[in-house]
């Protein structure tokens, strides 16, 4: 595939990466890293914004600025490297959850995934706010019981709403009624293969065959509805039709891949975060440009960002 750096630098795990139209730049989250970043594609110069904690996800405000998911809260930054003021918390103990995986719905909701760190209590969460015409911000939680919350997006009409829970390899997908904000008639859209006993980056293939094809993490969709879901440990992007089938496997230049999105003027660009956090030095070695975020040109463009609104 014909992938190109966004900028030569690496990070350690990227998250969260967004198209914004009006600033034509890509904006995306150094998840350890506490950072924040926006990119020039065109001049390849990337712009840095140090958090008090771990940024789980971003999303452009229509009145300007962001909206960020931190690990003790909710946060509205009106400007670039400007200040950071709470909008709410979420219902969770930050010793052992933290926001990860989200965006905002096409009315300007903004939805957030949880990770449960230990990895035992399941009690990551699928959490809505609403702060729309000035309200109070209004909490919903839409789903629990799981891992680690990922895979987040909408159809083109809205109507169907995708999460995934990257341990336990799934992504579920429900209706989504946009107005009422209800999410209903629950189903399992993709229940990929679980990860085999003692695997190791460097598996030998069988039958041309990848031994472990990764786990779901970040998505996107395109016009057409296709769901765009990177696989972490899977050296790929997999390209699912609405009704499920495969379409395509994009390879990646990193073996963990985190999170797509579309961009450039036409929304013909596809980006990916990547994460080289926690990987083995030999892993690295193999893949050297592991924490780069990747861009590819395809034919069908993608959904635009969602803004929040406030």
């Not at 103990?93 to 009315?107: E, F, H, I």
């Not at 039709?241 to 036409?266: I, N, S």
């Not at 395809?298 to 803004?307: A, E, I, K, Y």
Request: aromatic share 10%.
């Amino acid at each position: 595939m014909n992938w190109q750096t966004v900028s030569p630098e690496t990070f350690a795990l990227g998250e969260s990466p967004f198209w914004h139209p009006q600033e034509q730049t890509l904006y995306w989250v150094d998840i350890p890293g506490k950072k924040i970043l926006r990119a020039n594609v065109y001049m390849r110069t990337v712009e840095t914004w140090d958090m008090p904690g771990e940024p789980g996800c971003i999303a452009p405000a229509a009145a300007g600025g962001l909206v960020i998911a931190l690990r003790h809260g909710i946060f509205r930054a009106p400007d670039w490297r400007g200040a950071l003021l709470p909008i709410t918390t979420l219902p969770y103990d930050p010793a052992t959850v933290r926001a990860n995986d989200g965006k905002c719905d096409a009315l300007g909701r903004f939805w957030v995934g949880t990770i449960d760190e230990p990895k035992t209590g399941r009690s990551a969460a699928l959490f809505s706010i609403d702060c729309r015409g000035g309200r109070a911000p209004e909490v919903t939680c839409h789903a629990s019981n799981a891992l680690t919350g990922n895979g987040l997006a909408w159809s083109p009409d809205g109507h169907t709403a995708y999460w995934a829970d990257t341990p336990n390899h799934v992504v579920h997908a429900w209706d989504h009624d946009l107005e009422a904000n209800v999410l209903s008639s629950h189903r399992i859209f993709q229940q990929l293969p679980l990860k085999p006993a003692a695997w190791q980056w460097n598996a030998p293939r069988v039958n041309g065959q990848a031994a472990y094809g990764g786990r779901p993490d970040g998505a996107a969709v395109d016009v057409l509805g296709n769901y765009f879901v990177a696989m972490y440990e899977g050296q790929r992007i997999c390209q699912f039709a609405p009704d499920g089938r495969l379409v395509v496997e994009y390879p990646v230049p990193a073996q963990c891949p985190t999170m797509p999105c579309f961009g450039g003027e036409d929304l013909k660009t596809l980006y990916v975060t990547t994460a080289r956090h926690g990987r083995s030095a030999a892993e690295l070695a193999a893949f050297p440009q592991s924490g780069c975020v990747f861009s590819m040109r395809l034919d069908v463009p993608g959904l635009p960002v969602n803004f929040f609104v406030d």
